[in-house]
């Protein structure tokens, strides 16, 4: 068996952080602040359903290969289970779990009648031709025809999917069901009832939250100077929108290390490199090279977290120069790090806020497609839009009377709510 197998150990080096212990040490913080009862934590400390599938593909030299798949439903107190798949060669059983709380928490927060679940295949698929992903995409959802559902768990892109490998899952879905069930998976192609502003939505919400962060302290995105760790899905639009309104992104990165210019990048013509160059921005012209960790410790007003998990460490939490960092991966500053920023007034918001708004965009598309009546952009960005300055508004005023940092404001907002319909429903039997 390779390392995708189903026995992958987890913890690849000695410096391994557990995401899933992790993600209840912010549970027990938000309980504690909440003088929860203790069987009400214990139960939301469980995923509810954890399911692993095996996932045999024939690749495209005839060799078949086992691939372990998961799907995490941490919780569906509020509603059906949502949350992303994700194909990457990092993913395990933990991290997916963790992930999966985390969406119950966000869906939570952002009010948005959902629980919270996560998926992942850990692969990575640039080693992978299309018919080969289309092939693993089928299988992996015909394993887990009987857990999912528009009304059971819906499933949408993460890190290494998009509205292709969607597509695929709900076409494998309705062709098992006899009839098209758009409403199965989000983010989908508009062909098949996806919603107009999805793709941009995680990005455009980060950029709401920079906004409104920068207004409360009487600032403006104008001439904020702006670092941004990632440029994919979420940092490459995050990149782009803070761009048109004014910022100076002054350095992005991708996996292979990143681009610096002290007076600011411009994104479009950026972004046309990377389209040109097959996705690589190290040799774009008038930026310096810089890498990921360098680019972590930059001066800059604004950093933007937009890759992989724990990226600020307590190995680096020292350099870091940005006094606000907005969290567009999920848990990208650790714990401790965490609480060393706080402890020198970094502001940082959370995940479970900054990154909300593709799984409210994907709530969009679900009501959007459920009523027959398609929105135009605007009014989906609208929409959107109002629930992201809702929730930044909830949490800066709970973290205010509350004096807790905006994470911990950011879960208690989220964990209340979900024990507090966990109270109201009561437990069966
Ligand atoms: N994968 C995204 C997230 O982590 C979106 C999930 C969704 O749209 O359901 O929030």
């Known amino acids: 068996m390779d390392q995708t197998s189903l026995f992958a150990p987890d913890s690849p080096s000695p410096a391994y952080i557990c995401p899933f212990d992790q993600a209840c040490s912010y549970l027990d913080a938000a309980a504690k602040e909440l003088k929860l009862a203790q069987g009400v934590s214990e139960i939301l400390s469980h995923p509810r359903k954890v399911v692993t599938v095996s996932i045999p593909v024939k690749?495209?030299?005839?060799?078949?290969?086992?691939?372990?798949?998961?799907?995490?439903?941490?919780?569906?107190?509020?509603?059906?289970?949502?949350?992303?798949i994700r194909f990457h060669p990092a993913v395990t059983l933990r991290e997916v779990s963790a992930l999966a709380m985390l969406m119950t928490w966000k869906c939570?927060?952002?009010?948005?009648?959902?629980?919270?679940?996560?998926?992942?295949?850990?692969?990575?698929?640039?080693?992978?031709?299309?018919?080969?992903?289309?092939?693993?995409?089928?299988?992996?959802?015909?394993?887990?025809?009987?857990?999912?559902?528009p009304s059971v768990d819906i499933p949408a892109p993460d890190m290494g999917t998009s509205a292709r490998e969607m597509a695929w899952m709900m076409d494998t879905y309705s062709v098992n069901m006899g009839h098209a069930v758009p409403g199965v998976v989000t983010g989908k192609p508009l062909s098949i009832g996806g919603s107009l502003g999805r793709e941009m939505a995680t990005g455009r919400g980060v950029m709401i939250i920079v906004r409104e962060a920068l207004a409360d302290r009487g600032k403006s995105l104008s001439g904020t100077r702006i670092a941004i760790q990632?440029?994919?899905?979420?940092?490459?639009?995050?990149?782009?929108?803070?761009?048109?309104?004014?910022?100076?992104?002054?350095?992005?990165?991708?996996?292979?290390?990143?681009?610096?210019?002290?007076?600011?990048?411009?994104?479009?013509?950026?972004?046309?490199?990377?389209?040109?160059?097959?996705?690589?921005?190290?040799?774009?012209p008038?930026?310096?090279?810089?890498?990921?960790?360098?680019?972590?410790?930059?001066?800059?007003?604004?950093?933007?977290?937009?890759?992989?998990?724990?990226?600020?460490?307590?190995?680096?939490?020292?350099?870091?120069?940005?006094?606000?960092?907005?969290?567009?991966?999920n848990g990208p500053v650790t714990l401790e790090a965490?609480?060393?920023?706080?402890?020198?007034?970094?502001?940082v918001l959370p995940d479970i806020l900054s990154?909300?708004?593709?799984?409210?965009?994907?709530?969009?598309?679900?009501?959007?497609?459920?009523?027959?009546?398609?929105?135009?952009?605007?009014?989906?960005?609208?929409?959107?839009?109002?629930?992201m300055v809702q929730a930044y508004r909830k949490v800066m005023h709970q973290s205010q009377t509350r004096k807790i940092s905006p994470r911990l404001a950011a879960?208690?907002?989220?964990?209340?709510?979900?024990?507090?319909?966990?109270?109201?429903?009561g437990l069966y039997p």
């Open 411 to 425: 879960y208690v907002l989220g964990v209340g709510r979900v024990a507090q319909a966990l109270n109201d429903r």
């Open 108 to 149: 939570a927060l952002l009010g948005i009648p959902y629980g919270g679940a996560k998926g992942g295949i850990a692969i990575n698929p640039k080693s992978y031709s299309i018919s080969e992903l289309e092939r693993i995409s089928r299988r992996y959802i015909s394993e887990l025809i009987k857990d999912i559902g």
């Open 59 to 84: 690749r495209d030299n005839g060799e078949i290969q086992v691939l372990a798949g998961h799907r995490v439903q941490h919780s569906d107190i509020l509603g059906p289970y949502k949350g992303g």
């Open 338 to 347: 965490n609480l060393s920023l706080e402890a020198r007034g970094v502001t």
């Open 355 to 387: 990154n909300a708004g593709g799984v409210v965009v994907s709530y969009l598309e679900w009501v959007q497609g459920l009523s027959y009546l398609f929105w135009d952009e605007e009014r989906v960005n609208g929409e959107m839009e109002s629930l």
């Open 230 to 284: 990632g440029f994919g899905n979420v940092g490459g639009a995050a990149a782009e929108l803070l761009h048109q309104a004014g910022a100076k992104i002054i350095a992005v990165s991708t996996g292979l290390g990143g681009v610096f210019a002290e007076n600011g990048l411009d994104i479009s013509e950026l972004k046309a490199y990377a389209r040109e160059n097959n996705r690589k921005i190290s040799g774009f």
């Open 286 to 329: 008038q930026a310096k090279l810089i890498t990921n960790p360098e680019l972590l410790t930059l001066p800059c007003d604004v950093l933007i977290p937009a890759a992989l998990e724990n990226q600020i460490t307590q190995e680096n939490v020292n350099q870091i120069q940005a006094n606000l960092i907005v969290e567009a991966a």
